[in-house]
């Protein structure tokens, strides 16, 4: 069955620093490739996709993700972080079927000190 | 355009009750999917509803049902609640052709099982 592997529940990162969270998925077939974000008390907001093309896929507010096939992986990186960055991120897929179902990661919490 | 609506967004039940959500989605929209999101088990898909029919079922019971009109919103039920059906339940809509598979996300019902 198909899976994704978030490696860090929580990354601390001090303002203006880069940041990478990690994440893996499990598949021997394509995949639709996902980042979303969660801030408190709201509900899921789409940072990037990868459907094909570039690996390299970038998103809103300064985020960009890398599609590795080899190593099945799909990160999600930012240059320089903002307070307002803090927040759940999650990694999901869909799979290469006719389906809408997105299979989600458990999720890392970014939080970013001043 | 107004994004997904979700109500109520907050409800508290007791065990044994049995609770319905609403989903309201983009319009234009014609696919709506829900998911449930627990600390203990994170994000999971229940169902998938497209022009009115499911499409696609996660691993719930059968307690967890649901249905969409042919205005595109969506309702799901839950009967004989458990303490476990304690989540935040999350609708998402998407536009068809599947060319984007871009999902968009309501706010969420918070559901507490007492």
């Known amino acids: 069955a198909q899976s994704v592997t978030q490696l860090d529940s929580q990354v601390p990162v001090f303002e203006e620093a880069p940041v990478e969270l990690r994440c893996n998925y499990s598949?021997?077939?394509?995949?639709?490739l996902f980042w979303y974000v969660q801030y408190p008390n709201q509900g899921l907001q789409l940072l990037l996709k990868?459907?094909?093309?570039?690996?390299l896929v970038k998103g809103i507010n300064g985020f960009e993700a890398e599609f590795n096939k080899s190593q099945t992986s799909f990160h999600l990186r930012k240059p320089s972080v903002h307070i307002s960055d803090t927040a759940e991120y999650f990694c999901a897929v869909i799979p290469g079927d006719s389906s809408y179902k997105l299979i989600f990661g458990s999720g890392t919490r970014l939080l970013v000190r001043p | 355009k107004a994004g997904v609506t979700q109500t109520p967004r907050y409800l508290i039940k007791t065990r044994g009750q049995q609770v319905t959500l609403s989903c309201s989605p983009i319009?234009?929209?014609?696919?709506v999917s829900w998911y449930q999101q627990t600390p203990g088990q994170g994000l999971q898909f229940l169902f998938e509803y497209f022009s009115e029919t499911q499409r696609n079922k996660g691993n719930f019971p059968g307690r967890f049902s649901g249905r969409q009109f042919s205005n595109s919103r969506s309702e799901m039920n839950v009967s004989t609640l458990e303490l476990g059906d304690s989540a935040l339940y999350l609708c998402?809509?998407?536009?068809?052709?599947?060319?984007?598979?871009?999902?968009?996300f309501g706010p969420g019902t918070r559901l507490t099982v007492t």
């Open positions: 998402a809509s998407s536009l068809e052709p599947q060319s984007s598979y871009e999902q968009y």
């Open positions: 319009s234009g929209h014609r696919s």
């Open positions: 990868y459907l094909s093309g570039s690996t």
């Open positions: 598949s021997s077939v394509s995949v639709y």
